[in-house]
């Protein structure tokens, strides 16, 4: 029987804990996190019980976990995205796409509901992960502003209007396929250029961001 090296051990339990994370997240799609339970997880990504549990000790660790992966991806990739754009308010756009998008195909609860099904430590973590996209948020906002782009403004303030306008706008947990597909962006569209707007940010004749007199 061959030897199992510390090298593909440690590639094993990292294959198998992005299995139960990709269960985990496609049960909250299909089901919701109500009645959702750990033999659920383990048997949907094909594992056993046991295996689960020698993760995440109960359903609280996997939703955290799963919380904080997605976050994390999903905050490399938008800064990638946003480092290849120059104008402030053309990365405003980005952000609010991306997080629209986002928050319409990731299947976690919001943020109040969150806090009704985790310990006051751990959503303590998850808001401190969560704060780094508040952040980004307010940096794209104040690059904007030096740049004569946006008025001056209280920043920490308008983040958090925007980051209200994006939870409500987002379509959670709806998947549109067809015509249902071209609505969503139409709607994404007018979201982006509301928040645009709602920011200060004028345009050109050619839509292009001009700076403010």
């Known amino acids: 029987m ?38 659920d997880v383990a048997r949907h990504a094909g594992v056993g019980r046991t295996a689960v549990y020698n993760y995440y000790a109960d359903m609280e660790q996997l939703l955290i976990a799963y919380a904080l992966d997605e976050t994390e991806r999903f905050l490399g990739d938008l800064r990638e995205s946003l480092a290849a754009l120059q104008n402030p308010v053309d990365r405003l756009a980005l952000y609010v796409r991306a997080q629209v998008e986002d928050l319409s195909r990731r299947h976690l609860p919001p943020g109040p509901a969150m806090g009704a099904v985790l310990s006051p430590a751990s959503f303590a973590k998850l808001a401190d992960h969560v704060g780094e996209l508040n952040l980004l948020l307010q940096d794209i906002l104040r690059d904007g502003i030096a740049d004569g782009y946006l008025p001056p403004t209280d920043v920490g303030q308008l983040a958090r209007l925007i980051h209200g306008t994006l939870s409500s706008s987002a379509a959670r947990g709806n998947a549109a396929i067809g015509a249902e597909l071209d609505e969503l962006e139409e709607r994404l569209v007018q979201t982006v250029r509301f928040i645009q707007l709602g920011a200060g940010a004028r345009f050109d004749d050619d839509g292009r961001p001009a700076r403010l007199a």
């Open 2 to 39: 061959p030897r199992i090296t510390a090298a593909s051990n440690a590639a094993q339990r990292a294959e198998t804990r992005r299995r139960v994370l990709t269960a985990f997240g496609e049960l909250l799609f299909t089901h919701g996190l109500p009645g959702l339970t750990m033999t």
